[in-house]
Each structure stands twice: as structure tokens, then as C-alpha cells.
């Protein structure tokens, strides 16, 4: 190890001088003006600090991390799906396949307890847990030729674990979809611009499908600038196509949209995948990675000013309108992505270690990305809170709470203590030109606002409108693909359920099996979408909860395999580096989902809820904000299957969990029992840098390499 | 300046090539011709549907997050 010099300790001094003044002001600063440049040091400074040194110590001390050491994309090269990829490259592909809505959404919701406790758990939960999993599974992985995380619980803690694993993946992966399509059925609804541009992805996308299929097979790039041409005039054309006749045709009641979602989903997935799924993921792509560089740009240029609470009244009172419950546990689950998120497990392992270059770049991929999805966040969160608070929860809160006009939404948002008049509402709606933006839950609306409002500071506020359904169709476009490859994926693990049990099954391309597996997939996400747009209380207030619960439960799915691990290599010592994460992950997420299944607040409990509407059944009561009978039973059947599956999915998870650490004891008990399926050491022939920028001694070698022969 | 600026693009093209995966059957090629000479080597219209398929057989590749 080298000893600092002057100037590397001057600049770090200062870049944890930026970190700590951001959070000091962030932490300090009561009932004034706070400018969103404060929470953007904060994370900045914070991150470049984690990566520095925890990341480095964690890749070189605790990993051990071998550069001559030949990853698979080296050993297994087949010019295909393994193979050395720059590490600038990887990058970018990892980005672009861990980034989606949810780091967008989640902050948006958790806003409602204020930026602070938001804040707080996006930054220390990516450099503590979210990134260091990502890290540390892409690392065994890669040790592994690229198994997936349910091979490796299989091998690595036992067949039982492995089986809850896997069963446990499947049920996240139904929750996920239902959950996603609630929020675009709650975006495009009454909306006839934003159902109209969404729409016209389905042509743009065959087009190109076909383009790249038949005409100029592989030609990517100008395909992808033909179909964002298009898929701007799409929405150009959409306030057109609102301002016509043709408005009422795309006028859609959210049921009819849950319709049309739920066969898009199944049509979608039965198609080959180079028609639709591959070319609107190209378009998804383009339009992800260009709007959040320029929300970046946008949020450092305009610097807006925070207008929500630190920490908010609902935070300690646990019943605030967007989801129920406090703060701990619920700020933990509702932000998932963008500081802990299970999902990012299954890229880790899987694709991006079969194209990794060197074990050392691990810390750039694994680490780097997460921080990178992080701040995605910290902007989402931005965007909530500079909006006017008023508008912010009569967006965010169920009609059943808030009503149905202007008036009276204004009277009970201001009775929590955000004043608002109709009139502004009613002008809130108009500026963007929707009907209403009552009740617009599910986040992608008000992050849609927020960005509106950023890039109409840059642009000017004519546009208002426009930025505000380019953010919403950047949003649908990635959960519509979302929907497309999850159902696919969802259908792939089940196929290789019932294969078990019924042959046929297993062969996947079997058409007759094919089609039954894609309809129950649908049907299970299109169940859950269903009933969150019939939930009397709310669906997003209902269903996003266990949503959070469910991916948390993967992390922690996830952290037991990495720390099984550490502990199976002999880095017992090292454990904690993922332990401690998965014990607060599995504290939280147990927490949660013990409150609720368990609690006594109807608000929060399922079962609770449950029972205080059957009792109202049985005396003939119709309890708000139910409007009749029938909703009441919707009540009562709803809470009940969500109950039911937060105690599955916890129950599983402990199973895993449990099961790890059986196997964990007894490595250490009795280590010759313990099997590690690791690749064998070959040594590698590649020099390639490990971090962004390579060092001078890196550009030596890569000097001294190009100087000598090839030789193989 | 003017070579500085022809880098920068070449970078740029570079990037978006790789990103795209548009380079894919380019690199396809230099394996098969490297590592297995007697190998024929396929069409890019063959390639890029043998790329497809292979996606169609497992969905996990290329999956993407929430």
C-alpha cells in the first residue's frame, strides 16, 4: 500500500468537507428554505467517500479480489453472451438493466414522511446494504461462472432453502408486475395524451421489430433514433389527438385499461421476442438513460427549493394517507430500490458476470451502479418535495380519504395542515392540462409534476405540459417492458415448476404449455392489478406494502447467500459485511410484515381490517369509505388474500434464512462437511484496468502488453 | 482540435455500438475466425436471429428491474 500524499488527502478532506456540510444543513435546518443543492452534496460527497474506501476495502480486504485471475467472460469466451465487455460498456448495460421505476417511485411515496427520513435511507442504505449486495453477488457469481442467485442457494445452503428461494422469487416477481401496472392504470387514466402516446409505443416498437428483423438486421442505433423520432411526434401528437374528437376514444376508465393491460401483458409474451419485446427495450433504454441525465442536469441547473417538511406529522403518527404505519419500519420498505433492492440480485448474478473483465472491476460494476440507481432516487425525491406539499397529498391519497372534487379534497388535505385552495388544484391540473389530479396515486404522477416543474424552470413554463407526459411516458415505456420480460421470466420459473410434476412442461418451447403458462402469469399479476383498482381504501395504499415487503425479502434472500458465503471461503471474520445489512433487512421486513399482519390498527393490520369490516357486514353497516355493500366484501376478501401472502412470503423467508444459518454453524463447527462450488483458478491472459480512470501503473502494463507479440 | 473533436466522435460511436450490443456480430465474427478457423462463419441476418432465439429460450438473459 502506497502512503497518501498531500494531495490526494487535501482533496478527499475536501470532498468530506461538501458531504458533511450538505447533510449539517439538511439536519439542521427547521421551517426555512432549503435548497435541494444541500441534499444533492449530501449524496455526492457521501458516495465518492463509500466508494473510495468502504467499496476498495470491502473489494481488496474482505473479497480479495484476484487480477490474475481469469473471470468466465475469459475462460468461457463464445462471442456471444460470455465475453470480455470494457468495463465502461458494462457499466452502462448494468445501469440501464438495474435502473426502472422503482427508484422513481418509492421516494415519491416516502415523501410523505418528509425528505429527511427519505434521504437518510437512500444514502446510508446504499452504502451500507444495497450497494455492498450488489457488490458481493456479483462477485460469487462471477466466481461461479455466472450461476443465478436461486442456483446458488440451491448449492451453496441446501435444496430445502433453495426451493423456498426460488418459490419465494416467483411470488415477488407476480407482486412486482400487479404493482407496476396499478401505477401506469393510475397514470393514464382519464387521460387521453398519455394513453394515446403509450399506445403508439405498441406500432413504433413493431415497426422497428421489424426493421431490425428483416430490412437491416442489427443496425441498433439507427433504429433506436428512428423509433425515438417517432416516439416524440407520439407525444407531440398526443395533446393533438387530446384536443379532438378522437379524445373520448382514448379516454379510458381505470377497469378498462386494467383490461387492455392484462391482454397486452399475455399477447406480448406469447409473441417472439424480436417483434416487441426487444425493440421497445432498445427505445425504454434510449429514453431511460437520456431523462435521467437530464433530470440530472436539470435538478443541478434549476436548484429548487424544498418546499415539504424535514419530517412530517405522519411520520410519528403512522397514519398518513399515502400507505399506513410509521416510520420505522415503512420508510424502509416503501424506498426499496434506489437503496436496497433484491431485484438487483438477479442482474449481479446471471448476465453481468459472464461479460465482467476482471474480478477487480467488480467495485466499478457492482458498487458503482447501485450508487448511480442511488441518486436516481435522491432526484425522484427531489421531485417530490419541492412540489407544493398541498398538491402533493391531495395527488397521493385515496378518493376514499380525500373525495372526489376540488373543495372538498382542498378542506381535508388543509385539516393535515397543507393549505391549498381549489382553485390552485384545479390550476395544478390544468397547467398540464389533465381533467383532475386527484388522487393520482402510485408516484409516477407526482414525480411527472415535479419534473415538469424542474424542467420548466430550464425551458420555460410553456412547456410545462409537455415535460410533464414525457415524464410520464418515460415511465410507462419502462414498466411496459417491465410487464412484457417479467411475465416471461414468470413463466420460465414456472414452467420449470410444473415440469417437475407434468413432463411436457419442462420442454419450454411446448406451445400448448407456453400459452397456459403465460395466461396464469397474467392472470395472477392482472388479479392483483384488478383489485388494487377496485381497493375501496385505496390500491397502491394496499398493495404497495407488500411490494416493498416482497422485494426487501428477495435482499434478504440475497444477503443470507453472500454471507453463507463469506463464511464458506473462510472470511468468517468478514461476515458482518453482509450480516449486518441482512439482519437490519430482516429486521425491518419481519417487522412489517409481522405489523402488518398482526396489528390492531385497521389502518395497518390486514387482519385487523378485515375483521372490522366483517363485523360491520354482519350488522348490516356500510363503514366509509366503502360505499355500499359490495365494496365491503371487496374489503373483506381483499385484506384477507393480502394477509395471507405477507405471511407466506415471511414465513418463506425465514425458512432461507434459517436454513443459511444451519449451514453457516455448521461450516463452522465442522468445515469438512462444507462443499464450495467454486470455479478453479486459471490464470488470466487480459490486463484491463479496474476502476474508470485507469492508474499509472495500469497504463504501464497496458503499454507493455501491446509491445509484446501476441501470443494466444 | 479538429483531431481532438474526430476522437471524441469515434468515442461516442464507439460507445453507442458497444451499449447497443450493435457490435455484437462484429465481435462474433473475430471469435469465430480466432478461436475455431474451420468454423463457418455465419450471416449477420443469421446471427442476430440466433441472438433472438437464444432470448426466446431463456428470458432471464436480458431481464431488466423494477
Known sequence: MRTANVRTTVIWTLVALVGATGWAVLALARGEDVSAAWMVAAALGSYAIAYRFYAK??????????????????????????????????????????????????????????????????????????????????????????????????????????????????????????????????????????????????PIALLMGFYLRVLRPGRVSEVSLIGVALLLLALIAGRWVAESSWADTFTLAPSTLVVWLVAYGFIASILPVWMLLAPRDYLSTFMKIGTILLLALGVVIALPTLKMDAVTDFASRGNGPVFAGSLFPFVFITIACGALSGFHSLISSGTTPKMIQKETQVRMIGYGSMLMESSVAIMALVAASIIDPGLYFAMNAPSGAIGTTVQEASRVVSGWGYSISPDDLARAAERVEESSLLSRTGGAPTLAIGVSEIFSKVTGGSLRAFWYHFAIMFEALFILTALDAGTRVGRFMLQDMLGNVIKPFKNISWKPGLVITSALVCGLWGYFLWVGVHEPLGGINQLFPIFGISNQLLAAVALAVCTTLLVKSGRLKWAWITGIPLVWDATVTLTASWQKVFSSDPKVGFFKQRSVFQDAIDRGEVLPPAKNMDDMHTVVTNSTVDGVLTAVLALLIVVVIADALRVCVRHVRRPALSTLSEAPYVESKLVAPAGLFPTREEKEEARHEVGTPAGG | MRSALRRAVRGVRWYVRELTDESAYDRYVTHVRRDHPQADVPTRREFERMRTDRQEEDPRQGFRCC
Open chain 1, 57 to 202: 476495502f470491502i473489494a481488496y480486504k474482505v473479497l480479495k479480489v484476484d487480477r490474475t485471475r481469469a473471470t468466465p467472460a475469459e475462460r468461457l469466451n463464445n462471442g456471444i453472451d460470455f465475453h470480455p465487455t470494457d468495463r465502461r460498456v458494462l457499466l452502462g448495460h448494468h445501469f440501464a438493466a438495474i435502473a426502472g421505476a422503482g427508484p422513481l417511485v418509492g421516494p415519491v411515496l416516502a415523501a410523505q414522511m418528509g425528505y429527511l427520513p427519505g434521504t437518510i435511507w437512500i444514502i446510508a442504505g446504499v452504502v451500507f446494504a444495497g450497494a455492498v449486495q450488489d457488490m458481493v453477488v456479483l462477485f460469487f457469481s462471477t466466481r461461479r461462472d455466472g450461476r443465478s442467485l436461486g442456483q446458488m442457494a440451491r448449492e451453496e445452503i441446501g435444496p430445502f432453502g433453495g426451493a423456498a428461494a426460488l418459490i419465494a422469487a416467483f411470488a415477488i416477481m407476480i407482486i412486482l408486475l400487479g404493482v407496476l401496472a396499478l401505477v401506469i392504470v393510475n397514470a393514464l387514466a382519464q387521460s387521453p395524451w398519455g394513453t394515446f402516446s403509450i399506445a403508439m409505443t405498441i
